[in-house]
């Protein structure tokens, strides 16, 4: 009987060496920039064998969430055209907005939720949620799901 596999999205900074190094020879090898695995990880300074031990499980949070629907969460202060910045924004990178959700606003704010269609996106997710968190008067911005 297998298990299903199960997935969780953790900050670079927590991972074990290992992983991330793994995942830039993974880069390496996409882009050309190493010809071969023995290259790659050389480059890396990482081990044939731990590459392989970890090639398949680690995967960038971007190559997670190409041509997926995400689903972005926001806390917005209740100020007029701010959710029309919030849509420049997803405009301006190309994400393809599938549905947006609001509830009224109390205390001054309103969460908003956005699922995006992300198969055209021009720039990294962690790009995207940069541009949402920095646009004046949002106060969080975060990913629900992908």
Same mark, same amino acid.
């Given at each position: 009987?297998?298990?299903?596999?199960k997935?969780?999205?953790?900050?670079?900074?927590a #991972?074990?060496?290992?992983?991330?190094?793994?995942?830039?020879?993974?880069?390496?090898?996409?882009?050309?920039e190493?010809?071969?695995?023995?290259?790659?990880?050389?480059?890396?300074?990482?081990?044939?064998?731990?590459?392989?031990?970890?090639?398949?499980? +680690?995967?960038?949070?971007?190559?997670?969430?190409? @041509?997926?629907? +995400?689903?972005?969460?926001?806390?917005?202060?209740?100020?007029?055209?701010?959710?029309?910045?919030? #849509?420049?924004?997803?405009?301006?990178?190309?994400?393809?907005?599938?549905?947006?959700?609001?509830?009224?606003?109390?205390?001054?704010?309103?969460?908003?939720?956005?699922?995006?269609?992300?198969?055209?996106?021009? +720039?990294?997710?962690?790009?995207? #949620?940069?541009?949402?968190?920095?646009?004046?008067?949002?106060?969080?911005?975060?990913?629900?799901? @992908?």
């Amino acid at each position: 009987m297998s298990t299903k596999p199960k997935y969780y999205i953790v900050e670079a900074s927590a #991972l074990p060496e290992v992983f991330l190094k793994v995942a830039e020879a993974k880069r390496l090898l996409s882009t050309g920039e190493a010809a071969t695995v023995n290259e790659a990880t050389r480059m890396t300074e990482i081990s044939r064998s731990a590459f392989y031990k970890y090639r398949d499980a +680690v995967l960038p949070f971007q190559n997670m969430m190409t @041509g997926r629907i +995400v689903t972005f969460q926001l806390l917005l202060h209740d100020e007029p055209g701010l959710l029309s910045e919030i #849509l420049k924004v997803f405009a301006q990178t190309h994400a393809n907005i599938i549905t947006i959700n609001s509830i009224v606003p109390t205390n001054g704010t309103a969460v908003v939720t956005i699922s995006a269609e992300t198969i055209d996106l021009t +720039v990294t997710l962690e790009e995207l #949620l940069s541009r949402l968190t920095t646009t004046p008067g949002v106060v969080k911005a975060e990913v629900l799901a @992908g």
